[in-house]
Structures are given as C-alpha cells and as structure tokens.
Nanobody
Framework: QVQLAESGGGLVQAGGSLNLSCANS????????LGWFRQAPGKEREFVATINWSGSNTAYADFVKGRFTISRDNAKNTVYLRMNSLKPEDTAVYYC???????????????WGQGTQVTVSS
C-alpha cells in the first residue's frame, strides 16, 4: 500500500519560493511514476508535473515550465516540487499522487495524498 503525505505548503508573497515534499509511509514506490496536481477553489484538479521512476523523464504543465522543478529520492521514498517565481494564480491545494505509468492524466493516478495548501499573496 502506498500512503502519501504532502508537506511544505504555506503563505508566500508573489515572486517567492516554496519547496513541497511528499513522503510515502507505506510500501516503496516500486517503479511508480509520481506527480503533482493542484486544485484551486471552484476549479477542477489539474496536472502540474510528473516524474518517472528513475527520474530520467519529467513533464510539466505549460503554466509552470521554467518556474517549478520536480525531483525524487527513491531511497527516501520522497518526491519534491520546487516552486519559484510564485504567482497569486498558483494559489491552490497541491496534491502528490502515484501511478503505474508515466502520464499527465489525472485518471491514471491511483494513490493520492491529502494535499497541502499553497497561498500566494499579491
């Protein structure tokens, strides 16, 4: 069983940075891709970034390219999201998730964390 828990969210001013972490307290990620998604109030959950098992392949939503970086440490069973140059429109609950395959599609991810709030003030 994969059990995910996000941390690192908070309140930051526009232009600032945050580092999100997502740790798996259950079984190892065991070949799974890991992704970050977000959901703002009144909006659907959307893809942010994903990384394959080895870390050799990543994908990003256009709105975060050049600002966010996803990485993982399989020895620590943890995936990270470094967020730079934050904008007020980045305000959302951020979720990490695990999938059998490398994908940007929300429906492919079968394990989810509870989310961490990120608020960016203008």
């Amino acid at each position: 069983q994969v059990q995910l828990a996000e941390s690192g969210g908070g309140l930051v001013q526009a232009g600032g940075s945050l580092n999100l972490s997502c740790a798996n307290s259950g079984r190892t990620f065991s070949g799974r891709a890991l992704g970050w998604f977000r959901q703002a109030p009144g909006k659907e959950r959307e893809f942010v970034a994903t990384i394959n098992w080895s870390g050799s392949n990543t994908a990003y939503a256009d709105f975060v390219k050049g600002r966010f970086t996803i990485s993982r440490d399989n020895a620590k069973n943890t995936v990270y999201l470094r967020m730079n140059s934050l904008k007020p429109e980045d305000t959302a609950v951020y979720y990490c998730a695990a999938a059998q395959g490398f994908s940007i599609a929300t429906m492919v991810y079968d394990y989810w964390g509870q989310g961490t709030q990120v608020t960016v003030s203008s």
